[in-house]
């Protein structure tokens, strides 16, 4: 895992260490944030950032799936 942030997990009711998985996106080419966040605690995912990086992301993985 690449960096750690704590952060309140809806799942586990507390404050809990968030990592960020490596990118497998493509975000993090160009020197870019990685928008997915993983809670250490229960495994629960958040998606940080706009809708660009959604569509980006679903963009790269329909690309790669032809």
């Known amino acids: 895992m690449q960096h750690q ?3 309140p997990c809806p799942t586990c009711a507390q404050d809990t260490v968030f990592e960020q998985p ?4 493509g975000h ?5 944030e990685c928008p997915e966040w993983i809670c250490t605690g229960c495994g629960t995912g958040f998606l940080l ?3 660009e990086s959604v569509v980006e992301a679903a963009g790269r993985r329909a690309g790669a799936a032809a």
């Open 5 to 7: 942030q704590s952060w």
């Open 22 to 25: 490596p990118c497998a996106d």
């Open 28 to 32: 993090t080419d160009d020197g870019g």
């Open 49 to 51: 950032g706009g809708l």
